[in-house]
């Protein structure tokens, strides 16, 4: 099991497809401060509330040019489900091989842990919140952002 990526660590390389059946490599995530956040499962209660809250969040994200990626071991179709029944709009990634938790050093014995990194414009990792309460989090990583300076 790979360790847990820390502060100054690059994001590692990956692709694999959002709820729409996009391709997302990690390439494209460089250029701009991005969240990604990874969680257990699509339509739990904890996750369901840490998504609406970035969902309610996002106005204030992109004013700011801040992309939100949420990851779990959930498949695509799935992923869709969950955007369609919460309104969702940040892109959601397909971890069903488990292989970009693992790479991140967040996957659990079957899901994800409820990780979340804010990533800086070159593709480093400038925060990690190790252990996320998913009510309020949201609130916490824009804090974070703005208290990092590094839009």
Not at 9 to 14: A, K, Q, R, T
Not at 69 to 91: A, P, R
Not at 102 to 130: C, M, Q, W, Y
């Amino acid at each position: 099991m790979a360790e847990l990526l820390e502060a100054g660590n690059p994001i590692p390389e990956f692709e694999t497809v959002d709820q729409n059946g996009k391709m997302v490599r990690s390439g494209d995530i460089r250029g701009k401060v991005s969240v990604i956040y990874f969680y257990p499962k699509d339509n739990t209660p904890g996750c369901t509330t840490e998504a609406c809250e970035f969902r309610d969040s996002m106005d204030e994200y992109r004013k700011h040019g801040i992309e939100v990626y949420g990851i779990s071991v959930d498949s695509q179709s799935s992923h869709k489900k969950f955007e369609d029944k919460y309104g969702l709009n940040f892109t959601l990634l397909a971890d069903d091989k488990k292989e970009i938790s693992e790479k991140f050093g967040v996957l659990g014995e079957r899901s994800a842990k409820r990780v979340t990194f804010i990533v800086d414009k070159n593709g480093k990792i400038a925060h990690v919140f190790p252990k996320v309460s998913p009510k309020g989090h949201s609130e916490e990583v824009i804090n974070k952002i703005m208290e990092l300076n590094i839009l």
